[in-house]
């Protein structure tokens, strides 16, 4: 089994994650596509995030609809910070032997990877595919690293290409070690920050988040705390006009 692993905060997911695991599967002929949340993401500390089972919940509601995409709770059932190498080992644990991993984050994510814990080990557990993400060059990632971070790494080979130039040659062979691909894939420009901040604004967030997910955020209230406040500014405004 070919199995592709996507983790990240989702905070919340939208429509880029969806599309860049997408042509990752179909590239590379994977069997299924994992969602790993988070529970306490070891490198996010600049804002509250939202509780694990909201996260869980809301890509579970965006992947719900796709056969080969799945969402699992790993990270948010092991206690303390959630760290990938733990999660790669879980995985092929619970799936066997037999199974490749594919890691695939955006580069973003992986130029600070040589950060994390065990992160040789990582490329070693798992064919790290890197995918492109607007602000960011994919075919700059090898220059844009310092030698520092080329060692953290185990100074791994690098091989760019474009989604279409993936071969069913190189997508049918194994794990290699220390190969990191970096996949040019149709890469939209949303975030997260981009959708909490809309949210808070109380603007509109269709068509970047699937409608379900867009639903259970309206329903539980999520990222709303500044247009509460500010509704709450207004009524005891309001209010105190009225005691006078
Ligand atoms: P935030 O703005 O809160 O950091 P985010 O949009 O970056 O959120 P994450 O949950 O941090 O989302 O990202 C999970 C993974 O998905 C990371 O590997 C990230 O690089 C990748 N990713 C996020 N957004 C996109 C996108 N628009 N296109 C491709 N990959 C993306
Ligand atoms: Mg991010």
Redesign the pocket.
Known sequence: MRIGV??????PI?L??L??AEEIYWAFGLDHIIFVPAARPPH?TDHDVAAPIHRYEMVSLATVFTPYFSVSPIEINRPGRSYSVETLRELLTLCGPETHLWF??????FLEMSTWKEVKEILRLAQVVV????GWRLDEVEETLTPQQRRQLGNPQFKYLKIAEVTPDLSRRGLVPGLVLLVE?V????????I?QLVEEGRSIRFLVPDTVAAYMSKNRLYQERQEAAREGVQGSLLGGWEE
């Open positions: 996507m983790g990240g905060t989702f905070d939208h880029g994650h599309r860049a996010k695939i984050m955006g580069v973003d994510t995918t492109a993400r607007p894939v890469s939209l420009d949303i975030s997260s920050t981009e909490r």
